[in-house]
């Protein structure tokens, strides 16, 4: 498990997110409009060919395997694949990070492709997010992974805005426990706990700012 | 939180599949590219533009709001939107679930889209996938919802070609235990075990089967 060094300035870092944000933006919107299309079967086809002519296109010179996560000499994150946060992801929804005093916290919105119960956010869905989140409020002060996570599910979270947040609380030797949750306007809808595990070859390994993907 | 029945039949169902597996597959296609291409600068702003041409003409006509989860009067799923098994959303891998004698597996393959750590799928997708698959063997007799799901990591998750499997372990009263497993070649990677409850009103409510998005 190989991290990779982008050697690059912060400002090309922002430059290329720049570039990117966008299309993958437009990627997200169109798998939407796939879901949600009442078109009729021949335009839904029409469609399919046309995506068709794009994806060779972008796949005329591509990498081997997947995008990897890279970070810059500054310590700046750039896991661009990722499937949470990834700027070039279009699964991610993505989430945007912020580092707060007790941990990290997120505010985002969940539209149709993150259905699973009518008109609610997949359970599993929830899940990935919190994952995630803990992770990330874990890994501040270094690198560590994921031991052990529990959901609680309290009530269905309907699609549309949300927030959640992760915290550390407590650090055992090489143990860190976290916690966090995800609200909709009237409240908590799903907790979590977690147990991350900071890798023996890790210890004293600087941390990656891993805000945005 | 309502489902529809769509009042079509068997044939219908298999029929529109075939029309919106290849149009989901080349926009998963597309995400992936979109992750992993190469091209310059332009050509990723003319992709971006066709693209919206796409969705421009998709959206000429769609549904208001998500998909939702929709049914036959044969009790055969549609949940051609769900996050994991959607058959019309490019986020879902999507899992094809197999109903076995002691409960659900699934064969699948996850690629770029699913990266978190270098190489290796999102400890948050192990915990969606989980928490889907064992839903999924709950609900074999009859809706429920989930009430708590622990995932525990035993080791890496190599992006490429795994299996799932979740089975019900114990039924009491209106509470169901799950547990399940993903796997590579070399065995476990994760596995998971969860509580489901059946809600009061859904008791002896024929169960809907939910193999195919």
Chains 1, 2 share one sequence.
């Not at 922002?14 to 879901?35: C, E, H, K, Q």
């Not at 690198?143 to 529990?150: D, H, K, Q």
């Amino acid at each position: 498990m190989e991290f990779i060094l982008e050697d690059i300035s912060e400002a090309e870092v922002a430059r290329r997110r720049g570039v990117y944000t966008p299309l993958t933006d437009t990627v997200r919107d169109l798998v939407d409009a796939v879901i949600r299309t009442e078109v009729s079967e021949d335009a839904l086809d029409d469609a399919r060919r046309r995506i068709a002519e794009v994806v060779a296109d972008l796949r005329s010179k591509q990498m081997d395997g997947p995008y990897g996560v890279r970070h810059t000499r500054q310590n700046t994150g750039m896991a661009w694949g990722n499937a949470v946060i990834g700027v070039r992801n279009a699964l991610a929804p993505p989430l945007d990070v912020v580092h707060v005093d007790d941990g990290v916290r997120s505010d985002f919105t969940l539209g149709a492709a993150y259905e699973g119960p009518p008109g609610c956010v997949h359970g599993g869905v929830c899940a990935m997010l919190l994952d995630h989140l803990l992770g990330n409020a874990a890994s501040t002060e270094g690198p560590c992974y994921t031991g052990t996570i529990t959901i609680r599910y309290l009530r269905p979270t309907r699609l549309g805005a949300l927030s959640a947040r992760a915290w550390v609380t407590e650090r055992t030797g090489r143990k860190l426990y976290a916690k966090g949750t995800i609200s909709d306007a009237e409240g908590v809808t799903c907790e979590a706990e977690g147990v991350f595990i900071v890798p023996r070859s890790a210890v004293d390994t600087p941390a990656v700012r891993w805000s945005q993907g």
